[in-house]
């Protein structure tokens, strides 16, 4: 993989995980449910029963890879 591809994809799980906390926040907020789909089918998911992600498993920004 490239440098550039490497780039690339951490840009993209940071998102993704930057997605879902806020998916996770504004359910909590709203009592909202969380849809998911796992093995084959929709699961509804109490927001306040989901795990935090810890920040110490999310990926790494280069300084350069965060003026972009």
Excluded: F, H, N, Y
Aim: net charge negative; aromatic share 2%.
């Amino acid at each position: 993989m490239s440098e550039s591809e490497r780039s690339s994809t951490l840009k993209v799980e940071a998102a993704l995980i930057k997605a879902s906390q806020e998916v996770v926040r504004k359910a909590r907020e709203t009592g909202t449910p969380i849809l998911v789909w796992e093995d084959g089918r929709i699961v509804r998911l109490s927001p306040d029963t989901l795990e935090p992600i810890d920040p110490a498993c999310e990926p790494a920004l280069a300084p350069s890879d965060e003026r972009g």
